[in-house]
């Protein structure tokens, strides 16, 4: 604006000088004339110079100015990015939970067999039974997918194992309707422990024995009915062979649940499993269909627990393939009580038939008796007895005759839940 105002000064300068000169000329002589005209036309090249020096200035500032405008656009555009992606990365974090939970023990375990003597299963060692890791992200309020690796050490076979436990995605359109697709709990044992709560001491007694799968393959339907909660239902259509066997069958088996709630912590549950366990393909036939009843009545809060639950199997595991049928059944009964804020003293027994028509000699007997001690709020441990006998019948060596196994364990076990 200065470099204009100042050609623009002088190109007045000299517009008024020139027309003074031709207004009022002085009496000079030609030489003195022809000086004044070269002096003028001398100073209106330099104006031209300084005119086209000033509009060159002028298109440089221009092309700065764009220059520095874009220079803050692209600065506006990074800045812009990087709070969307700061908050998309926030809005993930905040919309994933990690969790994970490990059962482990240091015991020593005396296994006698009654014609062998001690087994190589007796001895003192450290197991982590479970290690569950698990990553729950949520899409929306409807929407949202989980996935749980399932880690175990077991020290009397001293081999490690990793599987994926659970990988489903989940959709809740109602508290009374969650669909979950993929591999997740099934109706029965989870819905069990729940009510147990000493999972990581020993599982449930149709878990123990094998004749159910606590997670599988397939589509998961359950809710709660009613604003109270007053019953909850729940049912797995799944491949059979349970979460370390995603492979596909010919058909497939089928879980379901009902549970009724008469009044606050008590539950009374009924369910039942059919299916052939995931061994029916395209060329092989099952000859019989496993089967499963159960039914559990349990009480549980803050300082008592007490249930029992009751199963009926009809061929089950290997014998889906066998010509034989046979039957099972069995129950099991436990109980705790809260002795304090930190100390729980805990019970259970269980009583199995393992074989109604086969060999009605096989049988199992477990119990175990504890003092649980809750270090802090994730963490717990518990000083543990058990004692197993299982019998069965064989024929070598003659004569046949009545085996049993019998295992007393003592340690202390432990879960870490975060």
Same mark, same amino acid.
């Given at each position: ?25 002085? *009496? ?16 209106? @090249? ?21 220059? $520095? ?70 899409? $929306? ?19 490690? $194992? ?69 019953? $909850? ?6 491949? &059979? ?20 709630? *008469? ?43 007490? &249930? ?19 039957? @099972? ?69 003659? *004569? ?19």
């Amino acid at each position: 604006m200065r470099s204009k105002m100042l050609v623009v000064a002088i190109a007045a300068g000299l517009g008024l000088a020139g027309a003074g000169v031709h207004a009022a000329p002085a *009496p000079q002589d030609a030489q003195s004339s022809a000086a004044r005209n070269a002096e003028v036309e001398q100073l209106k @090249a330099q104006l031209a110079a300084l005119q086209a020096k000033v509009a060159e200035l002028e298109q440089r500032t221009d092309a700065q100015s764009d220059i $520095n405008v874009s220079t803050g656009q692209n600065i506006e555009a990074i800045q812009k990015a990087q709070t969307t992606a700061s908050s998309s990365l926030d809005k993930a974090l905040a919309n994933t939970t990690v969790s994970g939970k490990m059962y482990f023990d240091f015991s020593n375990i005396n296994q006698k067999n009654s014609d062998t003597g001690k087994t190589d299963a007796s001895g003192t060692g450290i197991d982590v039974k479970r290690f569950y890791l698990g990553v729950d992200h949520k899409f $929306n309020d409807i929407w949202s997918a989980n996935l749980t690796t399932d880690f175990n050490y077991a020290a009397n076979d001293g081999e490690t $194992n990793l599987f994926i436990k659970k990988a489903y995605v989940q959709g809740k359109f109602d508290q009374a309707a969650v669909l979950r697709i993929g591999s997740a709990d099934m109706p029965w044992i989870p819905f069990v422990e729940s009510f147990y709560g000493f999972r990581y001491v020993e599982p449930t007694t149709t878990d123990r024995l094998k004749y159910a799968n606590s997670a599988d393959w397939g589509l998961h339907l359950g809710g709660d009915i009613g604003e109270s909660k007053y019953a $909850n239902y729940a049912v797995s259509v799944v491949n &059979g062979g349970g979460y370390k066997n995603p492979s596909r069958s010919k058909g497939v088996d089928v879980e379901g649940r009902v549970g009724f709630v *008469p009044f606050e912590g008590m539950i009374v549950a009924v369910g039942g499993y059919s299916g052939h366990l995931g061994k029916e393909t395209q060329n092989i036939s099952a000859p019989h269909t496993a089967q499963r009843g159960d039914v559990m009545v349990a009480y549980a809060d803050k300082t008592v627990r007490v &249930g029992a639950e009751y199963f009926t199997a009809k061929d089950w595991g290997s014998l889906v393939l066998s010509p034989v049928a046979d039957k @099972a059944d069995g129950y099991s009964l436990w109980g705790s009580v809260a002795l304090t804020d930190e100390l729980a003293l805990f019970a259970r027994y269980d009583n199995a038939k393992l074989s109604r028509d086969i060999d009605r000699q096989s049988k199992d007997v477990y119990y175990n008796l504890g003092l649980q001690y809750q270090v802090t709020k994730g963490f717990k441990l518990a000083g543990v007895w058990k004692h197993e006998k299982a019998d069965h019948s064989v024929t070598t060596p003659v *004569p046949p005759h009545v085996q049993n196994v019998k295992t007393n364990e003592i340690g202390v076990y432990g879960e870490v839940a975060f």
